[in-house]
């Protein structure tokens, strides 16, 4: 049986707790979300001693189940203010699930000024001091935990940015490859950074395999699941030859690529930063254009890009983030851009808040509108360090335009809106209204529907069809959320028949219960309940589900398309 | 008629990138993919002027048409 690790930061104590019946079956978001809404006071500070960050591996994590090995965390977020669960890749989530670990709570807050470093085995955690790694940056906290601990140490971490409890900080989670992935969204670095954990490293000596209740049912099933990952075009194809930068010049033939802050709907430079290219790129200076971001990953849509003598300058390069330097912020040189998502990496900032931000202090004048090196600059100097400009920016989108007085501030609950215009293609525009994680493309990733025509077809540019879209994309991302399975497995989900009863099947087979489809939905649809519930409890009501209102009265070129949904109608997505 | 057809991710290789191409009055997406060899099944999305189509949808003069496989990320 399973286990919780619960970290108390006040007294600093480990208690390794049963996992209650309530919680037995969940992993993932459901089990993060689960449990912030249990024990997480909704109104309190989300910097304070009461709020709690909580990791869970899924449902699935550590099992041979293919693309399973991801981690949730979660808290009240700094940045949005709500519930949050960020998921990352990594090697973190398969350590603790073959440690038996189902979650590990961090609670309360030192009361004096000393760093910590959290040290997971599987018999509980030991608090070490942190002050040799103190006022590092994510790389050099993973080489000096290497040299400490060899290289099969796991290791999560925060950068300054986080220490210093900015709200775009994320937390750093070592890949297989000595490098990072990231959870990225809302905040949660600075929240790690609040309870003065600078990073947690994880032995896991003596860890076994993740028990299977039916390893026959669980055999068919992912053989089943498997095959479908490998068919489906964007899984077995597209995504491990292009990456997920492919999107690049369909959003711009589409008209839904955000340019220069939102300005426009498509970009003239577009294929200097595209999917096509870059591979291109990748594959003549001898970089890897596939790479998996956790181990049994069948996908590989990451890549290692390469500078012209074929040294690394980055890798999990991904669309959002190309999108946000590249396009929104004009950056033409995907050199640059890679090298400034190196950087969001070393400091530990969200690669899509950091990428959106700089486009809104470049509208300020503060950067000149497509410097790369003076980002860069900004990015390790004054974000990465903490100056006062620096902490203005390292706070998120809407900190920025809130200091310069802007309204073209792309926001939803103070979290940036990343990479498709909800004018341009609405059902987006529902889910970032409505997500209970503040804007967030994939919680309800309507643009499998809207402009990939996977799962589907339901025009972008029309406002019918989209709440129920939506409604349907959140309920499911929420159950998928909760699998340790990566996303894009809603591309063959969405497509391919079998592919969902074998995914739980799989689920099913692991625990040794009767799982049904029509449970595991109802699990994703009662765990969105549950993070709206906590959001209502802090204080959020409908008007906070509204897109910023430059969307109602600001064109997007080429379709001149503006945001028309009245909040009525945006509502209608609660009713489930 | 006149069409700018512009190809992206594998539709481009051994073909182009972007080319102006003439076109008989009655032409459609699908003249399109017989003339060039790619299979409806191939097809992910088409795009006239920037709005999705099928293959049975006619062609109009001067307009942008682009191809693309099945494709995804976010």
Redesign the interface.
């Given at each position: 049986m399973g286990k919780i690790f619960r970290v108390n930061m006040t007294n600093l104590t480990c208690k390794v707790e049963d996992v209650p019946a309530e919680l037995a079956n969940l992993g993932g978001r459901a089990m993060t979300s689960s449990i912030v809404a249990a024990e997480v006071p909704p109104t309190c500070h989300p910097l304070g001693p009461n709020n709690k960050l909580v990791f869970a591996p899924g449902m699935l994590t550590g099992t041979p189940a293919a693309n399973s090995g991801r981690m949730s965390a979660g808290a009240k977020s700094p940045l949005t203010g709500t519930i949050k669960e960020s998921s990352a890749g990594g090697t973190s989530a398969q350590q603790f699930a073959r440690m038996g670990i189902k979650a590990m709570i961090i609670e309360g807050q030192p009361k004096d000024d000393k760093w910590y470093r959290l040290h997971v085995t599987k018999d509980g955690v030991t608090f070490e001091d942190a002050s040799d790694v103190k006022g590092k940056q994510n790389f050099a906290v993973i080489d000096a935990m290497n040299e400490k601990f060899g290289k099969k140490i796991g290791v999560v971490t925060i950068g300054v940015p986080g220490e210093e409890r900015l709200a775009a900080a994320n937390i750093s989670v070592k890949d297989p490859d000595q490098k990072i992935r990231s959870h990225g969204r809302g905040g949660l670095g600075a929240v790690m950074g609040s309870k003065k954990v600078k990073c947690i490293t994880i032995d896991d000596t003596g860890a076994g395999k993740v028990e299977i209740a039916d390893p026959e049912k669980f055999r068919a099933a992912a053989k089943i699941f498997a095959k479908g990952m490998l068919d489906h075009?964007?899984?077995g194809?597209?995504?491990p030859?292009?990456?997920?930068?492919?999107?690049i010049?369909?959003l711009n033939?589409?008209?839904g690529l955000p340019t220069q802050n939102f300005k426009y709907g498509?970009c003239e430079h577009h294929?200097m930063v595209s999917?096509?290219t870059m591979h291109d790129t990748i594959a003549k200076r001898g970089g890897k254009t596939k790479h998996g971001c956790h181990a049994g990953c069948i996908i590989q849509?990451s890549q290692e890009y390469v500078d012209e003598a074929g040294v690394y300058i980055t890798s999990g390069f991904?669309?959002?983030t190309v999108w946000g330097l590249g396009i929104n912020c004009m950056i033409k040189e995907l050199d640059d851009c890679a090298r400034i998502d190196n950087a969001m990496d070393d400091i530990g900032i969200d690669s899509i808040e950091g990428a959106v931000l700089i486009a809104v202090a470049m509208e300020a004048g503060v950067i000149p509108w497509g410097d790369g090196k003076e980002t860069l600059r900004v990015m390790n100097e004054e974000i990465g360090k903490c100056t006062p400009i620096g902490r203005i920016l390292g706070n998120g989108t809407a900190s920025v335009g809130q200091a310069f007085g802007l309204t073209r501030v792309p926001v939803v609950k103070n979290q940036g809106i990343p990479a498709y215009d909800p004018r341009s293609v609405k059902g987006i525009g529902i889910t970032y209204a409505t997500s209970t994680m503040g804007a967030d493309?994939?919680a309800g990733?309507t643009?499998?529907t809207n402009?990939?025509?996977?799962g589907g077809?339901v025009?972008?540019?029309s406002k019918e069809g989209q709440v129920e879209l939506s409604r349907n994309l959140q309920i499911g991302t929420t159950a998928f959320d909760s699998t340790g399975m990566c996303?894009?497995i809603a591309?063959p989900a969405l497509d391919i028949p079998e592919v969902l009863p074998a995914l739980v099947d799989m689920i099913a087979a692991t625990q040794g219960t009767s799982l049904t489809v029509d449970e595991f939905m109802g699990m994703g649809a009662s765990i969105l309940k549950k993070e709206k519930a906590f959001n209502t409890a802090a204080g959020f009501t409908n008007e906070d589900d509204r897109l910023p209102e430059f969307f109602e009265y600001e064109p997007v070129a080429?379709?001149n398309a503006l945001w028309d949904f009245t909040g009525a109608e945006i509502d209608e997505v609660w009713n489930f | 008629m006149k069409i700018t057809l512009?190809l992206?991710?594998?539709f481009?290789d051994n073909r182009f990138?972007v080319a102006e191409r003439e076109y008989a009055d009655n032409a459609t997406i699908g003249t399109i993919l017989e003339e060039l060899g790619i299979s409806e099944p191939e097809l992910?999305?088409a795009?006239i002027?920037?709005?999705?189509v099928v293959p049975t949808d006619a062609l109009v003069d001067g307009a942008t048409v682009?191809l693309?496989?099945?494709?995804?990320?976010?």
């Open positions: 075009p964007v899984t194809e597209a995504l030859v292009y990456g997920t930068n492919v999107l010049n369909i033939e589409a008209g498509a294929d999917g096509e849509c991904e669309y959002e493309h994939t990733y643009i499998a402009i990939l025509k996977v077809y025009d972008p540019l996303i894009f591309f080429p379709h | 512009k992206f991710a594998t481009r990138k992910g999305v795009l002027n920037g709005r999705h682009s693309f496989p099945k494709v995804g990320g976010g």
